[in-house]
């Protein structure tokens, strides 16, 4: 049995639960209980159906005595919690939800949170990813799969647009058609599909201010490698293309490797060779199943694909003339660029450029900062015209409010600053990841010096922008 109690917008172990005479649940607040009851109906039937799983435990289970009856339920589901709550959480043996704050979320209750949410339990009582770093972006991607497979189950298997975004029907309320991600295009909405993409490819120490080192960011490789496997496509980067296995065939691969041969540290190259031991128990080494999820994986940067090629993109090359700096593109490396900072960020082949693949992007953590600059000589005869593309993606609501700040600016060789040539901030967000305007500054002023031109970066203590910088020109 499942119980869906009511607390009442507040955080406590007190709930009421809900009943109606009629089974017509008209009342204000129920709509929240009546999908989250709903929606842990379909999972466990997922699960059930499709997996042969009985339960979140596997074995009926979790058993709970919960407050809403003093009975023991399957699964307990609790709503309203909290106020304007833009969360939703497995804990041990209960769902938790919350009703958003009415701009970025609405009620958490949404058919695919709800079988996200719930996969959390799945995975704590089969693999128990660690989740932090590589690991903890497997356990969100795992959630994400099997909500998105959850929601496909109560569709009645019928794919569409919105069976690859996650948590669209809560999101945002105010922007049509957008996603909190995307397993089909994880570059819309500015994640990595490409595993050479990843926040923290180096050292990172875990924490809630990093997300635990991006679990929620780099989630969106698997989950593209999925997409791939499932309904076929093309990586961007990689340009390798996967025919596609539908939903259940892929679902059944990624579930026997979640709960046979992952374990809490398994990594994404783990993860390769964990589905692909499933796809051989499942199908047979030499099954179109088995070719699909290692190319799938190969798409997005992980593995080789069969037959061991796996193609390179080419960069763009770097601007010749009068130019001034050396690899304003960023292709290949930042160098001769000195960056630093726990807000400044380079990737060599990214999810978001504005030409080629590199770009130096900032942001990303809360109270970051991160600076990234060029030593040039500007000879008298240059125009001191310098340009660059900036693209600028926020959470932040704000319509008035700089919160998070980029600045362009002119130092001398020591580092002093010169002057402040331009600021960015959240409030010159926009929607894409990909969508970029180039700006032009003048730094005639300091024709026949040597200076360093810097971009520089500040966050507030919490929401993240993020800040792309591409293809920067001085002449």
């Excluded at 690991?135 to 497979?149: H, P, R, T, V």
């Excluded at 990624?254 to 046979?260: E, G, N």
């Excluded at 179109?288 to 993109?313: D, I, K, L």
Aim: proline share 3%; net charge negative; aromatic share 10%.
């Amino acid at each position: 049995m499942n119980n869906t109690g009511n607390t009442s917008t507040g955080t406590g172990g007190t709930q009421s639960r809900y009943t109606d005479a009629d089974d017509n649940w008209t009342a204000t607040n129920a709509r929240a209980g009546v999908d989250a009851h709903y929606g842990a109906a379909k999972t466990f039937d997922y699960y059930q159906s499709v997996h042969g799983r009985n339960g979140i435990d596997g074995n009926y289970g979790p058993g709970t005595t919960t407050a809403v009856s003093n009975g023991v339920s399957i699964v307990a589901s609790r709503v309203h919690f909290g106020s304007g709550y833009n969360n939703a959480f497995w804990y041990q043996n209960m769902m938790t939800y919350g009703d958003g704050d009415g701009s970025t979320f609405t009620p958490l209750t949404t058919i695919d949170i709800c079988g996200h949410e719930m996969t959390h339990g799945v995975t704590e009582r089969s693999a128990n990813l660690t989740y932090a770093k590589e690991s903890g972006a497997l356990n969100e991607s795992m959630s994400d799969i099997m909500g998105s497979m959850v929601e496909l189950y109560a569709d009645g298997g019928v794919v569409s647009a919105d069976t690859w975004k996650i948590g669209e029907d809560a999101y945002t309320p105010g922007t049509a058609g957008d996603a909190l991600r995307r397993m089909d295009n994880p570059n819309a909405v500015g994640d990595p599909d490409h595993y050479s993409l990843r926040l923290y490819p180096g050292t990172c120490t875990a924490s809630n201010a990093n997300d635990q080192c991006g679990v929620h960011t780099n989630s969106s490789i698997q989950n593209h490698a999925f997409y791939l496997m499932a309904a076929g496509g093309t990586n961007r980067i990689s340009g390798v293309a996967v025919t596609g296995i539908g939903g259940t065939d892929a679902a059944k691969v990624f579930y026997r490797a979640l709960t046979v041969y992952m374990t809490a540290s398994t990594n994404f190259a783990g993860a390769r060779t964990a589905t692909l031991s499933a796809a051989t128990d499942l199908f047979g080494a030499s099954s179109a199943q088995y070719n699909t999820v290692a190319t799938g994986w190969c798409a997005v940067g992980v593995g080789t694909c069969p037959g061991g090629s796996t193609p390179t993109p080419t960069p763009t090359p770097t601007p010749s003339g009068n130019e001034l700096l050396v690899n304003g593109g960023f292709e290949t490396s930042a160098s001769p660029w000195v960056g630093s900072g726990n807000g400044y960020f380079y990737t060599a082949n990214g999810n978001a450029p504005h030409g080629g693949t590199g770009y130096v992007y900032f942001g990303v953590n809360n109270k970051a900062t991160g600076q990234s600059y060029q030593t040039v000589a500007i000879p008298t005869t240059a125009t001191g015209t310098l340009t660059f593309w900036l693209n600028v993606t926020s959470s932040e609501t704000s319509t008035t409010k700089q919160y998070d700040k980029l600045f362009a600016e002119v130092r001398n060789t020591s580092g002093t600053l010169l002057a402040t040539l331009a600021t960015y901030s959240n409030l010159n967000k926009v929607a894409s990841a990909t969508t970029y305007s180039q700006k032009s500054l003048n730094l005639a002023a300091y024709k026949g010096q040597t200076v360093r031109v810097q971009f520089r970066s500040t966050m507030d203590t919490s929401v993240t922008t993020t800040f792309r910088v591409d293809d920067v020109s001085l002449k």
